[in-house]
């Protein structure tokens, strides 16, 4: 498979993203400046973390606006799969490939720590290789990852099952100590309306190796391997 | 110490009618019109030079831009901050110096910690009867423009789909 990450100025998680596609998992993977028109041949995006454009105005306003994020409405438009992680997550939601917003931690801190997500759906690109009932230990590193959206918006996400991962603590309880940030309902990712595009504020990419203490953030990596094999057995059929 | 009352005088803008510029039509989830690229600075160098390895020291680097400054006029190109956003220039023919100023405030809905946080301290410092703190943004804009209705229109759309998020704020502009 071909991955493409894209890089903005100022950031940070790209080279763990590649790390994980390339290193870890063993598929073909480039860096996509944000200047580039074109995603080139690749089958799936991840929109990494970082403060991309410093997080000037709003995080990821500026980015959404980039030439490659245009690449990357297109992609998205054609069913192609996106995973937003972090500022990545900011900025799709900025560009409106994804509902809602994320604003300020609701007690103003920044969180750099191991979180568990519980995963409430199978039926997605992102999540179906997570066993039911699993519970993903995977750190969180933001400022700004309070989910915010409308009330009618936050039912219709329930009522389509597009709330992905939801923080809990380590029994899967959803409770709101284990809530880090202040999001609603304790989302911590979403997918849009066609699932083919998703967002979280954990970091997956940063918890793919056991040696880093834990390896569950390799579950939606290998969930978007299967769905893109899966893809092109379809395609050869047809 | 300034009173309680000075505070909570009721006589915040946003209480009145009025305060929130109409939005009709502008969806920005929706904007299917072609869309201009922001940010793609001419003069910005690309992060690529710094991972390709060829290193080359700070001093030759910045010998080589300061020559090119004084000799090669392309270096000359004065600089816009938002070279893209938004469709039309705001210059017209017989254009004039205009003022815009934005102010964005979270919507009521939202959380704002920032806000409540200000509150706090500003009770704990004995400041009594205050309501609510919001904490948004200014931001001033210099411009040029022939008709203040399309300068207004225009800015009003920028504001839609870029210098605020309508998901979570409001503004409110003014154009002197």
């Known amino acids: 498979m071909n991955f493409a990450v894209l890089q903005f100025p100022a950031s940070n998680?790209?080279?763990?993203?590649?790390?994980?596609?390339?290193d870890v998992?063993?598929?073909?993977?480039?860096?996509?400046?944000?200047?580039?028109?074109?995603?080139?041949d690749a089958d799936a995006v991840v929109v990494p973390g970082g403060f991309s454009y410093g997080d000037y105005l709003r995080c990821g306003a500026i980015a959404r606006f980039s030439p490659v994020m245009q690449a990357v409405q297109q992609f998205a438009g054609g069913g192609g799969l996106v995973l937003g992680i972090c500022n990545g997550f900011q900025v799709l939601c900025e560009a409106g490939l994804l509902p809602g917003a994320l604003i300020r931690n609701r007690d103003l801190?920044?969180?750099?720590?191991?979180?568990?997500?519980?995963?409430?759906?199978?039926?997605?690109?992102?999540?179906?290789?997570?066993?039911?009932?699993?519970?993903?230990?995977?750190?969180?590193?933001?400022?700004?990852?309070?989910?915010?959206?409308?009330?009618e918006t936050l039912n219709k996400l329930k009522a389509d099952n597009r709330i992905l991962w939801q923080y809990c603590d380590a029994h899967g309880e959803i409770t709101e100590q284990s809530n880090p940030n202040g999001s609603l309902g304790n989302i911590a990712g979403i997918c849009n309306e066609r699932r083919n595009v998703a967002g979280?504020?954990?970091?997956p990419e940063r918890a793919c190796e056991t040696i880093l203490g834990s390896a569950d953030?390799?579950?939606?990596?290998?969930?978007?391997?299967?769905?893109?094999?899966?893809?092109?057995?379809?395609?050869?059929?047809a | 110490m300034r009173r309680a009352a000075d505070f909570a005088d009721g006589n915040r803008e946003s209480d009145k009618a009025g305060y929130q510029q109409p939005r009709v039509s502008l969806d920005r989830h929706q904007d299917t019109r072609p869309e201009h690229h922001a940010h793609s600075d001419p003069h910005r160098k690309s992060t690529k030079q710094f991972h390709a390895g060829n290193v080359t020291g700070p001093g030759r680097r910045f010998n080589r831009r300061f020559q090119a400054a004084s000799t090669n006029k392309k270096y000359w190109r004065p600089r816009r901050a938002f070279p893209n956003i938004g469709r039309g220039s705001f210059t017209g023919l017989f254009g004039s110096d205009m003022k815009a100023k934005i102010i964005i405030t979270p919507k009521k809905a939202v959380v704002d910690p920032q806000g409540k946080a200000v509150q706090s301290a500003l009770e704990h410092m004995g400041y009594n009867g205050i309501n609510a703190v919001h904490v948004g943004k200014f931001l001033e804009i210099e411009l040029d423009g022939a008709d203040k209705e399309t300068v207004r229109r225009q800015l009003d759309e920028a504001c839609h789909r870029f210098l605020s998020n309508p998901v979570i704020e409001d503004y409110k502009l003014e154009l002197e």
């Open chain 1, 13 to 22: 998680c790209d080279q763990d993203a590649v790390h994980v596609l390339r």
């Open chain 1, 25 to 40: 998992l063993g598929h073909s993977t480039r860096y996509v400046w944000h200047k580039e028109t074109s995603l080139g």
């Open chain 1, 109 to 151: 801190q920044f969180h750099c720590e191991h979180i568990f997500l519980k995963t409430l759906t199978t039926d997605s690109s992102f999540t179906n290789r997570i066993p039911q009932d699993k519970l993903l230990k995977i750190p969180i590193a933001h400022g700004e990852g309070c989910y915010f959206a409308d009330e």
């Open chain 1, 200 to 203: 979280l504020m954990p970091h």
């Open chain 1, 217 to 237: 953030g390799c579950l939606i990596f290998q969930s978007l391997l299967h769905a893109l094999a899966k893809r092109q057995t379809v395609a050869k059929a």
